[in-house]
């Protein structure tokens, strides 16, 4: 078998050996291929270059030019921008301590109020002490500690409440709060007070009356109109054994579930001589009837139901 002339040596091959002693082939396909990897064209063309010196003088000065022309505006592009953010920058800083100190202000202000209040109710509490006298004055004061109006002091418990661990998912981000304590967490705490014999309780400060609400605002908790904050504290005077008995109760067993679950903090006990402040004076407000009763003997264009002229429907005002 030959090979193919296109793999034959010029000259063709030596079988016989004569002239060397051995037979002697030309370089196959795969050898060459190695020996000179570089196409003929492109050959060519870096010969071509070569022999023209490469690019042309103002071709080069063009490519230099518009690199250095972009150079230029970018950084001209940061200086505005940079520029700008340091002129904003005093405007912000301004503007917010404004509000810090509009808030600061007010703050103080609502305190001197407050107090300018407490005063006056003292005030009007020796006033109308003095005034009524007797049994009336103690059978007032009765009142007073039942509806949570006035400081009362005693023996009870003292349940405390404290946010366990809060993680985030690892996948979504998202904060997870099943360890926070939530609103009706405290108003289970108070309701099963109340149940086993509280005369009086207070949260974090805040007197409880038959008017408080407990409610949830975003991630804060407020009874009545001001927030509490973790640790809670549920203060209740009552029965001496007001502690065990609501550690026994399905409140307790309720948060002995959730200490070991989320790994919230429970912790119930008894107090000794604990003092109660009067809860926030508030407004009692009476329902009036909307329809004015008809003269007698005198017609009326009004049917039943129909408000009398001038008056209000809305909440009886």
Known sequence: MSLPPSYLPAGGPDPDGASAGKRTYGPDFLTALFQNPLDPGYQDAAARRAAEGGRRGWRRSLAGGSSALTLVVIGFLLVVAYRQTVAEEPARTVARDSLIAQVQKRREETDRLREQADRLADEVAALRDRALGGAALAELRDLEA????????????????????????????????????????????????????????????????????????????????????????????????????????????????????????????????????????????????????????????????????????????
């Not at 007070?193 to 038959?210: S, V, Y």
């Not at 001001?226 to 026994?248: C, K, M, Q, T």
């Not at 604990?274 to 264009?301: C, D, M």
């Open 146 to 317: 039942v509806t949570g109006m006035s400081r009362v002091r005693g023996s009870g418990a003292k349940i405390t409440l404290v946010d366990g661990p809060t993680s985030v998912d690892a996948v979504t981000g998202e904060r997870r709060t099943e360890g926070q304590v939530k609103d009706t967490d405290l108003q289970l705490a108070a309701n099963a007070l109340w149940e086993a014999g509280a005369e009086a309780i207070m949260i974090n400060g805040q007197r409880l009356t038959a008017t408080s609400r407990i409610r949830q605002a975003g991630e804060a908790i407020l009874v009545d109109i001001r927030p509490v904050a973790s640790p809670y504290e549920v203060v209740a005077i009552g029965p001496d054994e007001l502690a065990d008995d609501f550690r026994a109760g399905y409140a307790g067993q309720f948060f002995e579930t959730l200490s070991g679950r989320y790994g919230i903090s429970f912790k119930a006990a008894e107090v000794k001589d604990v003092t109660l402040e009067a809860a926030t004076e508030f407004q009692l407000r009476s329902a009036v009837p909307s329809i004015a009763p008809a003269p007698s003997g005198s017609a009326s264009s009004s049917g039943p139901g129909s408000p009398a002229p001038g008056s209000s429907t809305e909440g009886g005002r």
